[in-house]
């Protein structure tokens, strides 16, 4: 068997575990949320459990993020920022709802992207925040809540930009 010396977003998506990656998302979701998030250093991230949850005994999880991130790099910010990155990983995703705020008196202006994500196999929404600071080279993708209904979830947000409008959060 000849054994691979490049992975990209395609195998990330034929060796996606599913199951695996939704217990991920759940852990996720009991991290407090600070603003602007200031996580520890094992904090949860989803680009690395979306990894984690497709790496193998042939692919280890190191040599996926390592190619990925250069052989699809671009193609992952950008399906992060937008929201697809997890319809595009497994049909039981789907991007329902995307709100993007910026806030704060500095140029390039932080931005905090939320992303509500209906799952089909658990029948959920996932709340995912990422948040990006250009200027501080920082940026950070994560699920912050989990709930069985939408409209709580577009309320959860709503109220998230509240907070974000009354304190003008930013690094």
């Given amino acids: 068997m000849n054994k ?12 996606f575990n599913l199951k695996k990656f939704i217990k991920y998302l759940d852990k996720q979701c009991k991290n407090k949320i600070s603003y602007p998030p200031n996580l520890p250093k094992n904090h949860p991230d989803l680009i690395g459990d979306l990894i984690k949850s497709s790496s193998t005994k042939i692919i280890s ?35 329902e709802k995307d709100y993007l705020f910026a806030y704060g008196d500095k140029d390039p202006t932080p931005w905090y992207f939320y992303f509500i994500i209906s799952s089909k196999v658990n029948k959920c929404f996932y709340i995912l925040l990422f948040f990006q600071d250009i200027e501080v080279g920082y940026q950070v ?16 947000v709503k109220e998230e930009q509240k907070k974000l409008e009354k304190n003008k959060f930013y690094i």
Avoid: P, R, W
């Fill in 141 to 156: 993708a994560y699920c912050i809540k989990k709930t069985k209904k939408k409209d709580l979830a577009i309320k959860f």
């Fill in 61 to 95: 999880s190191k040599k996926l993020e390592n190619d990925l991130y250069e052989n699809n790099s671009d193609f992952m910010d950008q399906a992060i920022e937008n929201g697809s990155l997890l319809d595009q990983v497994h049909n039981n995703f789907k991007l």
């Fill in 4 to 15: 691979k010396t490049s992975y990209d977003f395609d195998d990330l998506v034929q060796n």
